[in-house]
């Protein structure tokens, strides 16, 4: 149980002993095999034998024809059932389980249990997974957006709790403005333009007052409902026209559009899209090499450090937080301008929070923040799909799925995360 | 062996010298309480405390109508009519419109006098109504606030964040409307009070989870209470279209409570005062006597101001987090109840609209001490149904009292703006309690 | 030889506190000039207002005859002056070369950081003075003798002339000690001027060119290691004769009270801190536990507390086993515990000092009947002890946060003192006071200890060890390598066992 290896710390060097909690192996392990019988009772048994089940790999409207996915429904059930149990009996019996691993196993485990539920659910019909995939990706964009906005702010020790109050704010001036000057772009602007100042308000607050960064973000959220709220009922009620700025429409790339599957979900896209692409790569490389990237993490790390070495912690911070109002207000302009093409104001439906929560279970880490958004808009667009294939459950319970996993990964029963040192701590530069 | 010891040291920052001895006389209730309200308890004479204490939340407000009036006259298309006129004609307009609002405003949270006056003059009781029945409803609506403020304040004395009264509130509704419409044939003297505990547990399972993790696993509240408001709100989506869902309704509310779980009004129709808002104070002043008189609140107070320190001197604080979480939990259950029980009689979609947050911004602007929430969820109570009548008689949206909650809270947190603005000196540093800090497991 | 840096007449003020008054120094071109003063003279705060942290409200600063204002530590960077904090200035995160990069970056076109460049510059510096840093490491995987020679690199890397270094012993074994002073000679002989703050005489004495005394938040007088001796600047420092040892009557030892056996104690990330500990502590003795810190001492304390479970192993107290007992079973036991760090966890700061006087013992008679606390009698406790223990505080309603560090320290020894206690565990029980408190809560010790208590002693004070002790045991790296009579230890003999050295022919 346990073995002792050289490993060092902090400020002696201290043996370590790698000492997996047996209470943790196999709860996890037990979680693995009732999942594998859960699609065996669930799936796999009701079932009809013979059935077939249909994915179509092409989404609608793409001219590249990809050819469907046919598979005999029971079959396929048993296997991956036999799969899931297989892997916990492995995490069960083996010492210390998967070890470092067992995560990654666990969403294997649970990966298998959601195609075995759309196989049985799709049985004897299709189930257009391209299409599926591509609504996955579209529910993304905000999320991923918004959590590359708590990203930018968070790792520079500033706890961003407003990227909802600041994308409602986007949205609303995106559509606002984009329909009084007819353009969308001024309108993307302004969405832009109007996350930058529930910034300011956020980083005068936490930054120059010193305000405990959660209330600072949720005066911000309370505020950005109030105006918009305002606004709306004032103005755009009456004036039907103020909130139509239209949307902007995809742009087919071309030969790229071709590429089978992935052609016509990425490359068949509006604005939006690509650009949440460029952000993702731009902020990963510019956190991790760049010289702002390393004075940025170092404020949120060390703050103290960083000024003795002549960095302006409260520069770099107010900067921080008028970049990650910014990507806010620019994923809010994607509910108007990117998507439904015009405001109300139930629009972003706690879409803010998710993002928040993607940027804890992405570990702060821009393309973790990625993949956690894509599985926060899957569950999103396969509750949308529930219905159309006539499944029995619930959707709010898919729905409610994105704030469940991040509550579990923030207790650190699956992964961990490690927040900048320094978050939420005003800093303080003389401290007679 | 020397005992001087007469070095100055940073950071002392008393160069007086040591008091006499005060004596351990009894003090009356009044004074002990003004104590703990004004928690600067240095040497400075009473009255200067109370004034410092209540000096900035005032202030707040001030500052808030103010910039409020402002932003109404900058919204006003009649200012920018009259501004084309002449420049002294945009002044009075401007004028005219933050009196109107604000008269309107007013006159919907405490009554309008001119009815009175109506009464008096021909003895008509139904102007008496009229004039008493927004004051009345200005109490009705504080009353989740004071519940929520007390949930809020109680988890902040503790040294948590409870940013989930939302949901908390939203499963004390749930549970109370279930014994409400499901329990038959009871006596009220049961019904109103097993319901209205069921709230109280709805919320108490709801604050449950998030202390619990908090304590067990380090999960930031903040994050796990959020999260656990969409989850409440999801489930309640869910049962009011599906088990709770009213027979033969297509639309999601539940079926109505027994009247027997209804708490007692105390007027006829329409004046809706009830029995809610003594609860509400009850609650109040037990949170008071728990907090500051019992050794159970000395425990929270010691983990929420210093939870190395409460450690060390042997209290628990993970039962200190979970329980001051399911507490608070509890009393905004209570909210969620009284309004199930004491308003709408029933459960609908979407019934709680921002008293999670709004509960925030209560607790801070009464210090987290019951007295100044209940004086706090006073004033947003009769904004909130003052601003309904404001509406009505000058168009202006009703989300105006959303704004200046929000620009209240900011000053309210950030005291530095007020003394800049308004010039005051820093006061001596009050009771902190320790939060937020990092997300994420442990 | 030129003069480097000059200080003329440097005054801050914090609110209550003139922490530096008037403050005259020069620094002379490669010479180790040794600014003296006890915990809370103004060393550290006239060296932040030199490095552009704090701003002076009077006086100037020359550097090499120019005047300069430093309103940032870029303009000090700028200056030539670089220095090592007390509390090291490295983020954990990150790597050595990213440490020292940071804020001057080597960067391709475009802001990419070039960290190739940067490490061979780190690997040129650390081979020049014989450093030996691995500028790929990460620093959390650092001893910290290492880092606190990555900190010497980035004043290198800078190129800075003037080098301050804070209280840079503090943290380091007798022979990291000696390790540090071969460096700074190296560095002088290679022209740099190296201020160096500190409060222990002995060192001075070795390693200094000059010496100045500070006391009080004014320059006392400036002296050479020829020309004084301990007892000396000891009176400079502290203003008046000072008794540097202890005086004590012999250890009467009694029946057993502590046991020890094989405690394995680990700390959050599973690290053995405290690995296979047995030791007994009696009736009437000090047993003092010397090592660096880190070494396990803190992970210690915490399980005979009852504030972490161990791992393995059985602690007995009166010969009742407390392995799995909580901080409050054992307090019940009769044991008293000054903790280690006590604005964090001895004090609850905002609240007033009567509060603290019963913080652990607030649940029982008279401070509580039933549920209800007695506010009178909570008053009455505490005007007593502030009497006996002669608290200077305004009154006992005052908040424990505004009292000085010393009258903190006070308190806490007023509460744990102040109850039946069999057993006394005191980790750094002076850490950070000045020399008056630290006299009188020694006295305060060895008067517990000659009614018969036994105690704890955990210090990373070598002197404060020796002085109180009457057993010493040394921990390194989680063991406890030996137990010595306190008439066998020698400072010798004990900081090489602090190294981990076992061998000694002694």
């Given at each position: ?91 069960l ?96 602007a ?58 902007f ?5 071309p030969?790229l ?7 016509p ?33 170092s ?22 937080v ?43 880490m ?60 005003p ?6 | ?9 940073i ?143 109680l ?39 097993l ?9 108490f399972?709801w ?20 999260m656990?408001?969409y ?22 509310v ?15 129709d ?91 911004a ?23 149904s ?24 900011a ?32 | ?29 490669g ?14 705060t ?88 691995d ?33 840079p ?61 301990q007892s ?45 500990v ?21 992970e ?8 972490r ?13 407390v ?53 009178n ?14 608290i ?74 020796m ?40």
């Open positions: 149980m346990a073995t002792a290896t050289a490993q060092p710390s902090t400020t002696v060097l201290h043996k370590h002993i790698d000492y997996v909690s047996p209470v943790r192996q196999y709860t996890m392990g037990a979680v693995m095999v009732a999942l594998g019988l859960l699609t065996w009772w669930l799936f796999a048994r009701t079932a009809e034998p013979g059935i077939l089940t249909k994915f179509g790999l092409t989404p609608g409207g793409s001219t590249v024809k990809v050819p469907d996915l046919i598979f005999p429904t029971q079959t396929v059930l048993y296997v991956l059932a036999g799969l899931q149990v297989l892997l916990g009996s492995i995490q019996i083996r010492r210390g389980g998967f070890r470092d691993r067992t995560n990654l196993v666990l969403f294997l485990v649970a990966t298998m249990f959601v195609v075995a539920f759309l196989a049985w659910g799709a049985a004897g019909k299709s189930l257009n997974v391209g299409g599926l995939l591509k609504t996955t990706l579209t529910a993304s964009v905000p999320l991923t957006l918004g959590a590359l906005s708590g990203i930018l702010c968070e790792r520079a020790g500033v706890i961003n709790i407003a990227i909802e109050g600041m994308m409602l704010a986007g949205a609303f001036s995106g559509a606002f403005i984009g329909s009084l000057s007819g353009n969308l772009w001024i309108g993307m302004a969405g832009v333009a109007t996350g930058v100042l529930m910034g300011v308000i956020h980083a005068f607050l936490s930054i120059k007052y010193k305000t405990n960064q959660i209330i600072s973000g949720t005066v911000i959220n309370i505020l950005a409902t109030g105006l918009t709220s305002y606004f709306a009922a004032k103005f755009l009620q009456t004036h039907r026209e103020w909130n139509d700025p239209g949307v429409q995809p742009i087919h790339i030969f559009t071709k590429i089978p599957l992935i052609g979900i990425i490359f068949d896209s509006n604005i939006y899209i690509y650009a949440m692409f460029a952000f993702l790569f731009l902020l990963q490389f510019a956190l991790f090499y760049t010289r702002w990237g390393l004075r940025h993490r404020v949120g790390e060390h703050p103290r450090a960083a000024d003795t070495l002549g960095i302006n912690v409260i520069r770099t911070r107010w900067i921080a008028l970049l990650g109002s910014a990507m806010a207000g620019f994923a809010g302009s994607y509910f108007t301008l990117g998507s439904v093409g015009s405001f109300n104001e139930m629009m972003t439906a706690g879409r803010g929070f998710i993002a928040l929560a993607a940027m804890l279970f992405g570990n702060y821009p393309f973790g923040a990625f993949g956690a958004g894509l599985l926060f808009g899957f569950f999103d667009s396969l509750a949308s799909k529930l219905a159309i294939l006539g499944i029995q459950i619930p959707s709010q319970f898919l729905l409610m799925l994105p704030y469940v996993i991040t509550i579990i990964v923030i207790a650190g029963v699956v992964g961990r995360t490690t927040p900048p040192a320094a978050v939420g701590v800093y303080e530069k003389e401290g007679g | 062996m020397s005992v001087e010891n007469d070095t100055p040291e950071p002392s920052a008393q160069g007086s010298p040591p008091d006499k001895p005060v004596n351990g006389s009894k003090k009356d209730a009044g004074q002990i309480l003004i104590e703990e309200f004004t928690p600067d308890r240095s040497a400075q004479p009473r009255r200067k405390r109370i004034f410092q204490t209540i000096l900035v939340p005032f202030l707040a407000i001030l500052t808030g109508l103010i910039i409020g009036g402002v932003f109404i006259v900058l919204t006003s298309e009649e200012f920018y009519t009259a501004l084309q006129v002449s420049l002294w004609e945009g002044i009075k307009t401007a004028f005219s419109i933050v009196a109107t609002t604000y008269g309107a405003w007013f006159n919907g949270a405490f009554g309008d006098w001119a009815n009175l006056a109506a009464f008096f003059e021909t003895g008509d009781k139904a102007y008496l109504v009229k004039f008493f029945y927004p004051f009345t409803e200005g109490l009705v609506t504080s009353i989740p606030y004071i519940f929520g403020g007390l949930s809020v304040a988890a902040f004395r503790a040294g948590m964040f409870n940013i989930g009264a939302e949901g908390q509130i939203f499963l004390g509704a749930i549970f109370a409307a279930y014994i409400g419409y499901a329990i038959t044939g009871i006596p009220a003297i049961l019904h109103i009070p319901a209205f505990l069921a709230g109280a547990l709805g919320g399972l604050g449950f989870i998030p202390g619990f993790l908090k304590a067990r696993t380090g999960a930031h509240e903040v994050i796990t209470t959020i656990l408001n989850i409440a709100f999801r489930l309640s989506d869910w049962l009011l279209n599906g088990p709770m869902q009213r027979p033969g309704s297509a639309n999601p539940s079926p109505s409570i027994m009247a027997s779980a209804e708490l007692p009004r105390f007027f006829d329409p004046i809706r005062f009830h029995g809610g808002f003594i609860l509400a104070l009850a609650a109040a002043y037990l949170v008071y006597w728990f907090l500051w008189k019992t050794k159970w609140g000395f425990d929270f107070r010691a983990v929420g101001s210093n939870p190395h320190a409460a450690r060390y001197a042997g209290m628990k604080v993970a039962t200190v987090m979970t329980l001051s979480m399911a507490l608070a939990g509890a009393l905004a259950g209570m909210g969620g109840a009284n309004e199930v029980m004491g308003i709408n009689h029933n459960l609908a979609s979407a019934f709680s609209s921002g008293y999670g947050f709004d509960s925030i209560i607790a801070l602007l009464g210090s987290n001490h019951p007295l100044g929430v209940v004086l706090a969820a006073l004033l947003f109570g009769f904004m909130r003052g601003a309904t009548t404001m509406m009505v008689t000058t168009g202006i949206p009703i989300d105006i009292v959303s704004i200046l909650q929000a620009l209240i809270l000053f309210v947190a950030a005291p530095g703006i007020i003394r800049a603005i308004y010039r005051l000196k820093q006061p001596v540093s009050a009771e902190g309690i320790t939060l937020a800090g990092s997300w994420g497991g442990k | 030889m030129a003069t480097v840096l000059e200080l003329r007449g440097i005054t801050k003020r914090f609110p209550g506190v003139l922490a530096n008054d008037a403050i005259d120094l020069t620094l002379e071109q010479e180790i000039h040794a600014l003296l003063g006890e915990n809370g003279a103004g060393k550290t006239l060296m932040n207002i030199l490095y552009g942290l704090y701003q002076q409200d009077s006086g100037e600063i020359f550097v090499k005859g120019q005047p300069v204002t430093v309103h940032s530590s870029r303009d000090a960077i700028a200056a030539g002056v670089g220095m090592v904090h007390q509390h090291f200035m490295l983020v954990t995160v990150f790597t050595v070369t990213e440490n020292v990069m940071l804020g001057d970056e080597d960067v391709h076109p475009g802001g990419v950081l070039n960290r190739k460049e940067a490490a061979a510059k780190i690997r040129h510096i650390s081979e020049q003075f014989n450093l030996d840093v500028p790929d490491a990460y620093v959390k995987d650092l001893p910290v003798g290492v880092q606190q020679r990555v900190e010497i690199i980035k004043l290198l890397y800078r190129e800075a002339d003037i080098l301050i270094l804070d209280e012993s503090a943290v380091l074994t007798p022979q990291e000690i000696e390790g540090l002073f071969k460096i700074m000679r190296s560095l002088v002989e290679r022209g740099k001027s190296i201020i160096f703050i500190t409060h222990k005489l002995k060192e001075v004495l070795e390693i200094a060119d000059r010496i100045t005394v500070i006391r009080r938040g004014k320059v006392i007088g400036s002296t050479t290691p020829a020309e004084a001796d000396q600047l000891a009176e400079m420092m502290v203003g008046r004769a000072v008794q540097l040892e202890v005086e004590k009557d012999a250890c009467r030892p009694g029946k057993c009270v502590l046991q020890v056996e094989n405690l394995v104690v680990l700390d959050d990330r599973q690290h053995v801190m405290v690995d296979d047995s030791f007994e502590v009696v009736e009437g003795e000090v047993l003092g536990i010397a090592g660096v810190q880190g070494n396990g001492q803190t210690l304390v915490e399980a005979l507390t009852g504030l479970p161990p791992f393995e192993g059985k602690i007995r107290i009166d010969d009742q086993d392995t799995r007992s909580s901080p409050r079973q054992i307090t019940e036991q009769g044991v008293a515990h000054v903790p280690e760090d006590r604005q964090m966890d001895g004090l609850v700061l905002p609240f007033p000092v009567a509060d603290n006087l019963m913080l652990n013992t607030y649940y029982l008679a008279p401070f509580t009947k039933g549920v209800v606390l007695q506010n009698k909570i008053l009455e406790n505490a005007n007593r002890l502030i009497q006996e223990f002669d200077r505080t305004p009154g006992p309603m005052t908040n424990a946060g505004s009292l000085s560090g010393g009258n903190q320290q006070k308190v806490i020894v007023a509460r744990e003192f102040s109850r039946p206690i069999k057993l006394l565990i005191a980790s750094q029980p002076t850490r950070g006071l000045d020399v008056g408190s630290i006299e009188y809560i020694h006295g305060r010790i060895i008067e517990k200890r000659d009614q018969g208590t036994a105690i704890l002693l955990v210090s990373t004070e070598l002197d404060e060890i002085a109180l002790s009457d057993r010493i045991a040394v921990m390194f790296r989680g063991k406890i390598i030996d137990i010595l009579p306190a008439e066998a230890a020698t400072k010798e003999k004990v900081g090489l066992l602090m190294a981990g050295v076992i061998d000694v022919a002694a």
